[in-house]
């Protein structure tokens, strides 16, 4: 006999997905200890359970995936391959659906005006606080993209517009904006995305209480501060208009103590992913419940769909760390609507995480 953790360990499986199986009456344990409710698998069941997580990757219904179970052994295996067979080619077709969505999408492109290209290369200088840039920079560079795939994504884009500057970093799962006060730019709105290295640098020249001078010319943008200078080229891509995707409808805000929400976090349950094409790795989740009283707490499971709410828990400690106060609020939306992350002095300063959806 495995106990839960050995079966999840062997199987591939983790401990909540086993459990939300066995309420599902998909994988039911051997046996269950009628005093502690321990549940404990039989030897057989191991395949059993690889094989399910086998399915549940190629994303076949639990519907059909009892089915294939219940004949996976049986002598007869033609309603198995059929309904392989059968999910096989929704995937196709599916696939060839989308393919043909995301022509006639890449067509439509083709023949759009670009309206960020005017906005990217105006030339603008102004001058800014060292310690609120100092500060927009630290509050969003933990979001920008690594994917080589999303070149536009690898930086930090800088919003220049009348007598404010907006940072602002995203990688799809999650968004960072910030911003600073600034002096002497009266000319257009100008937008340039600064390489995540060259933030680096202009970063490391902020350490100083005074103005320095931010020019932007050419796609080319550069930091003066005092007798030292930064300098480089801009990405030369279009940054997607980040203003469409903050406006959310308002959620619950609940405050929390910083430090103690990060232990919590640190301390309290997690459950793996499952691997994904687009996580290529299992990462650490951090399920989040708001009780009536405004308690946010970390937990194993949750009770039904409208409570559960994951998170991916490294990316929460990063937006903790980026907020830099004692105290921030967490505002909750509907389930699948982003965690907004808000620092109480400061509206326009926030961090958008991606909510995990469960499926186990």
Not at 112 to 130: D, F, H, I
Request: aromatic share 4%; hydrophobic share 45%.
């Amino acid at each position: 006999m495995r106990s839960i953790g050995e079966m999840a360990r062997d199987s591939g499986l983790g401990v909540s997905a086993l459990r939300f199986y066995d309420r599902a009456g998909v994988l039911v344990p051997a046996w269950v200890d009628p005093v502690s409710g321990y549940r404990w698998y039989g030897p057989e069941q191991c395949d059993e359970a690889r094989l399910l997580a086998r399915l549940r990757r190629a994303g076949m219904p639990l519907a059909d995936i009892r089915l294939v179970l219940a004949g996976w052994s049986g002598p007869d295996t033609e309603l198995v391959r059929g309904l392989l067979d059968a999910h096989l080619r929704r995937l196709e077709l599916g696939l060839s659906g989308a393919r043909d969505e995301f022509s006639a999408l890449r067509a439509l492109l083709d023949t759009r005006e670009n309206p960020m290209t005017s906005l990217r290369t105006s030339a603008a200088r102004l001058s800014v606080p060292a310690p609120e840039l100092a500060a927009a920079l630290d509050a969003v560079r933990f979001a920008a993209s690594a994917d080589p795939e999303l070149p536009m994504l690898a930086g930090v884009l800088l919003d220049i517009e009348g007598d404010e500057l907006r940072a602002v970093a995203t990688d799809r799962y999650r968004m960072a904006v910030a911003r600073a006060r600034t002096s002497g730019h009266d000319g257009p709105r100008a937008q340039v995305v600064v390489p995540l290295p060259l933030a680096e640098a202009m970063r490391a020249l902020l350490s100083g209480g005074e103005l320095v001078r931010l020019a932007v010319d050419g796609g080319r943008v550069t930091l003066e501060a005092g007798d030292r200078q930064t300098a480089g080229r801009c990405l030369d891509h279009d940054f997607p208009d980040y203003r469409r995707l903050v406006g959310l409808p308002a959620g619950r805000r609940v405050p929390v103590d910083t430090a103690a929400f990060r232990k919590m976090l640190l301390t309290g349950p997690v459950r793996a992913s499952e691997v994904r094409a687009q996580d290529q790795a299992p990462y650490d989740l951090s399920v989040l419940a708001v009780s009536d009283d405004g308690t946010v707490t970390v937990r194993e499971d949750g009770d039904d769909e409208g409570t559960r709410m994951a998170f991916n828990r490294e990316f929460l400690l990063q937006a903790l760390e980026a907020g830099a106060r004692e105290e921030l609020l967490l505002e909750f939306g509907a389930p699948t609507a982003p965690l907004v992350i808000r620092r109480p002095d400061d509206e326009h300063a926030f961090s958008l995480l991606m909510p995990v959806r469960l499926d186990d």
